[in-house]
């Protein structure tokens, strides 16, 4: 890439991060009043926020996105097995999956502004630095949220992970998916190569984001249902990534 298109891309990344800081600030202090709206009604909010974002990436930056399986979406809920790149596909996944409950970092909630907007997604969030507390808070409140109707959307990578490379996967969504008796659904995306997780541009293109067809966790192991999940999301990061 020649210095002109990356000092480019550079320029309208910029103007993103500084489209987001002006509203942020503004949506996080308004988020501080809604902690007594219903769930519902606050996770709306919320994705007006995220909504937001996404429209920007595409104007500012040129980050579009396109998705495919949506047919795999049954009335049947469950637990969301997605790889894990950038930031993008926490904006997006919401998005397409209606109100999830997602499991985050302890310490993402406590970072001004962004950190009191995601509290309004109703959350779980987990304490790494205890992983025995939290599983059992994962497996506790996932299949309560589980029992509400809601998809609950976890990263078994754990962490972002620089596209091409590959990672252990956790098992506690898998877990949490045989406990309650409900199908996993594994999503493959290609976030990192249009927004790395660790670097400031944002290169435009089409994110592809494909969700595959949900995993029967009967007469299954945890182990079992992890090992089909990677299987799928790794074989489907290799097509998508051609």
């Known amino acids: 890439m020649n210095m002109f298109k990356k000092t480019w891309y550079g320029f ?9 800081a002006i509203v942020t600030g503004p949506y996080g202090i308004f988020s501080l009043f809604c902690y007594k709206l219903s769930a519902h009604t606050r996770y709306e909010i919320i994705r007006l926020w995220i909504k937001f974002n996404i429209v920007s990436l595409r104007l500012l930056c040129g ?24 930031t993008y596909e926490t904006f997006i996944l919401p998005l397409i999956f209606h109100q999830p409950t997602i499991i985050l970092k302890k310490q993402l909630l406590d970072i001004p502004f962004f950190g009191w907007g995601l509290r309004l997604l109703d959350p779980i969030s987990v304490d790494k630095k205890k992983p025995t507390s939290s599983m059992q808070q994962l497996l506790t409140l996932g299949q309560q949220k589980l029992k509400e109707g809601r ?3 976890i990263f078994p990578e754990s962490e972002r992970v620089e596209a091409g490379k590959k990672a252990r996967y956790r098992i506690g969504g898998a ?8 199908p996993v659904l594994p999503v493959a995306h290609n976030s990192g ?10 290169y435009p293109g089409t994110v592809k984001v494909v969700i595959g067809s949900p995993i029967d966790t009967t007469n299954r192991s945890q182990e079992e249902v992890l090992a089909m999940a990677k299987i799928r999301i790794e074989k489907t990061l290799e097509i998508i990534n051609l």
């Not at 980050?63 to 950038?86: R, W």
């Not at 877990?175 to 409900?182: D, H, I, S």
């Not at 190569?193 to 944002?202: D, E, L, Q, S, V």
């Open 151 to 153: 998809w609950v959307l």
């Open 12 to 20: 309208r990344s910029f103007l993103f991060y500084a489209v987001q």
């Open 63 to 86: 980050v579009k996105f396109e998705v495919e399986g949506l047919e795999n979406i049954t009335e049947q809920n469950g637990v969301i097995l997605a790889n894990h790149q950038s």
């Open 193 to 202: 190569k249009y927004w790395p997780g660790k670097g400031f541009i944002k």
């Open 175 to 182: 877990m949490l998916a045989k406990r309650a008796g409900v």
